[in-house]
């Protein structure tokens, strides 16, 4: 739904800044740019040919090893998640985020310098709305493999829980929430990203952490430090001090909260989802959560939402006094009864128009079509579509009772639900380009009990009486 109360929102000048991706070990330079309308977060790889670009797409994403990574047309984003939590968290709308190479700077493990150079470019209102997805019944995904589950459920803003629980005794278990999104900055922003021990060292044997340092994570030690691995990690992060913490993290930090794990895996959770590509007014709970059960739960709740957007069903009221009654409508139009199947119009702008049928069993068709087993001809619904059409056809002319509407085509005619006796038909015309030389251009769509029966695209003709 678009939110009339709030407006969309980009940075107002571009800012920069350059780290060390964590996995490929290769120097970077980011820049956030000021993005138009409705274009949401994308990635544009200003070091290959053509400056491709790679929209923040759940859609997009092809592994989650070790981040969240995304790939279009064989170009990739790696570890998109903190860089995307950021934008969230700061509510912008839309951004555009260059890249000399393809992964974002670790920085500290966190979003907490995101935050802060995005801050300094200062933030523009937007002409139009946010378009929020507001959640009408609990939406889950689940990997039976490792029991990592998220939920979202109705909540009149965005909120999250995380709850973590590894088994280990190091880690335990613990939460972390957010109660609406602008508590991310404070709460949640700095929170960096954590390894266990032994993934720190399966990581180095495989030369998976390149730019890594141990001020980029937290690493919680779940193994006896053996004299090999001390070598390791001291030749790996250029220190000889490297030693365990009576809390069982490594000395090369402090907490920044005693539940930082859980609140980094928050902070996942919001870069992961906005992959979703729209704000969210809902509640998520996600509990063991990682970027795989993320970014699929992602994909489920875009998809929802596309097959919603593609069905959506207006809202009518029903009970308004009508912008024109029957007597009214054969004002303009020349049909009458039997053969005049609009009773009201609901709405009527310059470039719409809604119409309403109540189909009775005295209709004349239901004679013969069926007996036994009355339903309304498909011709009859689009043609009762078309009367309604003709209505906005003929608002232009300032003497409707001196043209007709003549049909030229229709295209793409579909026919969802059977019409019977009973029914109150919605037809819901729009206008898709300017009437020029009297050719109109429609896309109609019919419903009852808000379900959709019919749609259809027509071309139509005004002509004056005089002139036939």
Do not use: W
């Not at 937290?218 to 030749?235: A, F, G, N, Q, T």
């Not at 059960?293 to 009221?317: C, G, H, L, M």
């Not at 309304?376 to 003497?399: H, T, Y």
Request: hydrophobic fraction near 40%; proline fraction near 5%; charged fraction near 25%.
């Amino acid at each position: 739904m678009i939110n009339l109360d709030i407006k969309q929102k980009t940075i107002a000048k571009e800012v920069t800044l350059s780290g060390v991706g964590l996995h490929t070990g290769k120097s970077v330079t980011m820049t956030f740019k000021p993005a138009p309308e409705d274009s949401g977060y994308s990635f544009v790889r200003i070091d290959l040919e053509g400056r491709p670009i790679i929209e923040a797409d759940a859609n997009y994403v092809v592994t989650t090893k070790r981040g969240t990574n995304l790939e279009k047309n064989g170009v990739n984003i790696n570890t998109s998640e903190h860089v995307l939590a950021a934008l969230v968290g700061l509510e912008i709308d839309n951004c555009i985020i260059e890249l000399n190479a393809s992964e974002p700077p670790i920085m500290d493990g966190s979003s907490k310098y995101f935050i802060e150079i995005l801050e300094t470019a200062g933030f523009i209102e937007q002409e139009a709305f946010v378009e929020e997805y507001v959640v009408k019944e609990i939406i889950s995904y689940k990997d039976e493999k490792t029991g990592s589950e998220i939920m979202i459920m109705p909540s009149d803003k965005y909120e999250l829980t995380t709850m973590v629980d590894f088994g280990t005794n190091i880690l335990g278990t613990q939460n972390a929430s957010i109660t609406k999104i602008s508590e991310f900055k404070k709460e949640i922003s700095d929170s960096r990203t954590f390894s266990f021990l032994h993934e720190i060292e399966m990581l180095l044997d495989h030369g998976l952490i390149k730019g890594g340092d141990l001020n980029n994570a937290i690493v919680y030690v779940d193994k006896e430090l053996s004299p090999d691995i001390m070598d390791k990690l001291r030749v790996a992060f250029g220190k000889d001090d490297i030693a365990v913490k009576p809390n069982g993290i490594l000395n090369n930090l402090t907490l920044n909260h005693p539940n930082e794990a859980a609140r980094h895996k928050l902070l996942d959770v919001i870069g992961d989802l906005a992959l979703i590509g729209t704000r969210i007014r809902g509640k998520v709970i996600a509990n063991k959560p990682g970027h795989y059960v993320n970014t699929q739960f992602a994909k489920k709740v875009s998809k929802i939402i596309k097959i919603e957007k593609r069905n959506k069903v207006p809202v009518f009221d029903l009970t308004k006094k009508p912008v024109k009654d029957v007597n009214a409508i054969m004002e303009v139009l020349p049909h009458r009864p039997p053969f005049l199947l609009v009773d009201k119009i609901l709405e009527l702008t310059e470039n719409h128009v809604v119409g309403l049928k109540n189909v009775t069993m005295n209709e004349p068709f239901f004679v013969g079509h069926f007996p036994g087993a009355p339903v309304m001809p498909g011709v009859l619904i689009i043609e009762a579509m078309a009367q309604a059409g003709g209505i906005l056809a003929l608002s232009v002319v300032p003497d409707p009772e001196n043209y007709l509407t003549f049909f030229l085509k229709m295209d793409n005619v579909k026919f969802k639900k059977q019409v019977t006796p009973g029914d109150t038909l919605i037809f819901d015309l729009v206008l898709e380009e300017p009437m020029r030389r009297g050719i109109c251009i429609m896309t109609g769509k019919a419903y009852v009990n808000g379900i959709l029966v019919a749609e259809a695209e027509l071309m139509a003709k005004i002509v004056k009486t005089k002139n036939l």
